[in-house]
């Protein structure tokens, strides 16, 4: 076992156990596409709408081939927890509705080494969640944070491609 940069993960620091075992940490942030319905309710009510999500955990990697092999296919898990924020301005005011909760995601890639310590490669992720509580903040709101009643879950499909230094 060492602590190590992953040929694998552009995240930072991971312990490597062998040559195919990755444990570590990660965050993820992006931006996400509101929907036409609320783009057209922002836009009607000269509001500008945005919303981005966040993510932190612990993941876990198996490399089914040895890292530091030309072409690397990859499975893994992660836990963590998730905040999506949904925000609207009018230019005078604003307000933040943040959902958060509990995440857990499968994922699969194949990285494709490029130099030593680099490479790229495409991968597919399913993200399971649960938002249990929402926080509200904003210039004419009375803010706070809540438990929320109705804890439905939610699921993403992530497909892309990542890059490692």
Known sequence: ????????????????????????????????????????????????????IVNAGAHLEVLLRPAGSPVVPWIG??????VLALSASDGTSNATVSYLG???????GVDFQFREQGGWGPFIVYQLGRYTSQDVT?????GGTMDLKNQDAHGWLLVGLRGRL
Not at 102 to 108: D, L, M, T, V, Y
């Open 1 to 52: 076992m060492r602590l190590d940069e992953s040929p694998q993960s552009g995240s930072g620091p991971d312990l490597v156990i062998g040559r195919r075992v990755i444990v570590g940490f990660n965050v993820a942030v992006g931006l996400i596409s509101l929907g036409d319905g609320l783009d057209a309710s922002c836009r009607k009510a000269s509001m500008s709408c945005g919303g981005a």
């Open 138 to 142: 904003g210039s004419s709101t009375v």
């Open 77 to 82: 898990v992660e836990a963590g927890y998730e």
């Open 102 to 108: 509990n995440e857990f995601e499968i994922r699969a």
